[in-house]
């Protein structure tokens, strides 16, 4: 039976519940003005794309550094550096609207917009340890709670964004939620707890073994297209409704509706996917949900019998925001039993590599959503767009589906030599009072000795 939470996990809870709010609020609160303030400069729609696909770009790029680097700098240090970081770049984007040259606000869209991605992926890869070290008996269930405060923060964002501007213009929106999430920051020095000194300082492995498992590489592909299909809504679906008329707080109002019951049902999936052991059929059919919901949202040119409306639009975004959720909410699991199938060690370092891959490949999604949203919105408008998207999730749908039904055998890879798998059979204190495992490998299956993947 799990224990309930200690006093300790409440308020890492309280905070990291927080944290995640502010950070994807401050993320999402330009999608109902940017495009268009952009475009008044003079800047395209394929570009802004490439201006919200940049933050996600340098997450890519370093959150698997962070993911390395995380055992000597330290955790609590990272992300409270991130979360410094992300709230300073806040504020200082917020002053863009005095650049009235198109090609200083691009430049510094994408340099503001690149520090405050390094935040982020320092902060997110350093919260997904703190959950698997902080709360390991109910990390799934903390993982769908959480993503209901991102999804509360993203659908909040483009409401409180849209109201600001409208209030306000371009910056109040960035000052507010910027100083907010510097306030935030330091409250983590006391609420968040220091468990480093609890783990042992060795390797857990490398993203190419851990790339080499062939399940990985299919939840890889999952968390990918799901990252995209979110993505690609950032920079088309406010000038997708402007058909409608819509000023920039009923546009906000939109997110708000798509993120909400993101959040709303994501507690659900995640609570689901951590009592199965078989989990992958709800990333399969989250998948087929996200197909249907895109295809009646541009409405797809192959369903020319349908017209777009306001209530349709509504309709299907509501739907979206629960079949992503749905597909997203089992994939960390997806790769962190794959790494322990795989020969991983259960340690401070694989739970970072897992925690840096994971946002790694999510913002990889999130690169290739909005640019290729942007491109293909620019020549060929929303419903082509939007099916485009559709079909990749139906193809991956089939291609996970195919995967899990033929596979009857567990993927293990062997791990480097100076890393293979270790059982933990006691802990010791050493004279600096910290913790000292002692490990035996005589308990580990036997693995190919040519260093190679075999099936067991």
Known sequence: MKK?????????????????????????????????????????????????GFYALVVVLSSPVFGKIMPRMGVKLSFILGILLSGTCNVVFGMLNMVNDLTTFTVLSFVIRGLEALGAGAYSTAGYVIIVNVFPDHAGTVRGLLETFVGMGMS????????????????????????????????????????????????????TKLLQLPSVLVTCL?????????????????PHLRQFNLGPGEVGCVFLLLSGMYGIFCPGWGWLSDKLNTYWWIMSVGLICNFVSLMFLGPSPAMNFLDSALWLNIVCLSTLGISVAMAQMPTYRGLLDGAMQGGFVESLSTHSIIAGLWSSIYSLGEVVGPIAGGTLMEHYGFPVTSTVFAVMNLLTAILVTLFYMNRGRTDVCQVPSDNKSIIILEEKYTSEKEIVKEFSSDLISPLSSNGKCDKL
């Open 4 to 52: 309930k939470f200690t006093l300790r996990q409440k308020l890492a809870l309280v905070m990291l519940a927080t944290v995640d709010f502010m950070s994807f609020c401050s993320m999402s609160i330009m999608a109902p003005f940017y495009p268009k303030e952009a475009e008044v400069k003079g800047m395209s729609t394929s570009t802004a794309g490439f201006v919200f």
């Open 156 to 207: 909040a964002g483009p409401a409180i964004g849209g109201l600001l501007f409208a209030v306000g213009g371009f910056g109040l929106p960035f000052y507010v939620v910027g100083f907010i999430t510097i306030v935030i920051a330091p409250m983590n020095i006391y609420l968040i707890p220091s468990f480093e000194k609890y783990t042992i300082e060795r390797k857990g492995g490398s993203f």
């Open 222 to 238: 999952i968390l990918v297209v799901v990252a995209a299909t979110w993505g690609f809504l950032d920079p088309t679906l406010e």
